[in-house]
């Protein structure tokens, strides 16, 4: 069974502090790993994607990813209040048949207080 | 890039209907299509996985001749509900996977989801 895990928080963080999410993994051969924000009431949508080991930055996003360890994370720097959602942490994992899906975690909400 | 889109945004129905669903790539050539199924302050549960031309793979419980899936081109996946009952009542969203104008093969977008209620 694959499985990913996040802590379900909810997180606090004021305004302008450095938000920490983290996920672990259970499938060894997972080579791509994604977050996705999902405000409530709506769609997941993809903020971040990485595939090898170290840090990704983009804008106040980085997420960082250890193999080794199977542990992905995501920073928010300088978090905003408009940051305030659940964050869903993804990995893609062979299905058979040469198939690829996505296994998610059950997400971090993530509350940015002003 | 990568958008997806999804028709209708919201429908209700009565019971014993059927309710269809489209989901479209915009800008890209969509190679796989998901299903999931979201229940308020759950997690995405995975319905089935479509190719296009080919037949829909569905995940274990997930009744297929329930939840009709047709993948008939690069950029259209459609989910028919039939017969609904209010327990099918949840917010349904697809997303799509494509390498077409220089995206991620691994990477999926999703649609802006439909809310079904069934009456």
């Known amino acids: 069974q694959k499985e990913v895990e996040q802590n379900s928080g909810p997180l606090s963080v004021p305004e302008g502090a450095i938000a920490s999410l983290n996920c672990t993994y259970s499938?060894?051969?997972?080579?791509?790993f994604f977050w996705y924000r999902q405000y409530s009431g709506k769609s997941p949508e993809l903020i971040m994607s990485?595939?090898?080991?170290g840090d990704k930055e983009d804008g106040r996003f980085t997420a960082q990813l250890n193999k080794a360890s199977q542990y992905v994370s995501l920073l928010i720097r300088d978090s905003q209040p408009s940051d305030s959602a659940t964050y869903l942490c993804?990995?893609?994992?062979?299905?058979?048949?040469?198939?690829?899906?996505?296994?998610f975690g059950k997400g971090t909400k993530l509350s940015v207080i002003p | 890039g990568a958008v997806v889109s999804q028709h209708p945004s919201r429908v209700i129905c009565k019971s014993g209907t059927s309710v269809k669903i489209e989901c479209r790539s915009l800008?890209?050539?969509?190679?796989?299509m998901f299903w999931y199924r979201q229940f308020p302050k759950q997690s995405l549960m995975l319905m089935a996985t479509?190719?296009?031309?080919?037949?829909?793979?569905?995940e274990q419980g997930v009744e297929k001749d329930k939840f009709l899936i047709n993948h008939a081109s690069l950029t259209l996946s459609t989910l028919t509900v039939t017969s609904a009952h209010p327990e099918d009542s949840s917010f349904y969203i697809c997303?799509?996977?494509?390498?077409?104008?220089?995206?991620?093969?691994?990477?999926?977008?999703f649609g802006p989801g439909t809310r079904l209620t069934v009456t």
């Open positions: 997303s799509a996977r494509g390498s077409s104008g220089g995206l991620s093969p691994y990477e999926q977008y």
């Open positions: 499938d060894r051969g997972s080579q791509s």
């Open positions: 990485i595939y090898s080991n």
């Open positions: 993804a990995v893609n994992s062979y299905s058979g048949a040469g198939s690829y899906q996505l296994t």
């Open positions: 800008d890209f050539q969509a190679t796989t």
């Open positions: 479509s190719n296009e031309g080919s037949k829909a793979t569905y």
